[in-house]
């Protein structure tokens, strides 16, 4: 059996958190940060499929942590999907400048985060 692809959410609210571990961990090996600077420290351990990831956050911001995944060659060609309540197209625009594969605004719709992740995932 083919193991399960690793999901890294990055949210610093817990029920977003939650509610992301409860749609996905049926299907995907599902890793949690509530912050920038945790999600640094997971990513110096393990190398994820794929990276959920907000833009507001208290400590790093999520186009820091993003510049940080840039920088590192061990995370070249891991997908950043951005999860975020913000959908002005300007801060989408700099969602993709800094590389990410994909946007989704929050609240989303469970069918949606699914489609979009299994799409990066097969890019």
């Not at 989704?104 to 719709?109: A, H, L, N, R, Y």
């Amino acid at each position: 059996m083919e193991s399960q692809k690793i999901v890294l959410v990055v949210d610093d609210s817990a029920a977003n958190l939650q509610l992301c571990k409860g749609l996905l961990s049926d299907e995907y090996d599902v890793r949690l940060a509530k912050s920038g600077k945790m999600t640094l420290a997971a990513l110096a351990k393990v190398r994820p499929d794929i990276i959920l990831l907000d833009i507001e956050m208290p400590d790093i911001t999520g186009f820091e942590v993003m510049d940080e995944i840039n920088k590192n060659p061990k995370l070249t060609g891991v997908p950043v999907i951005f999860v975020t309540s913000h959908a002005s197209e300007k801060l989408i625009a700099k969602a993709v400048e800094h590389g990410a594969v994909d946007y989704i605004v929050k609240p989303f719709v469970p069918d949606l985060l699914h489609a979009k992740i299994k799409h990066a995932l097969n890019m």
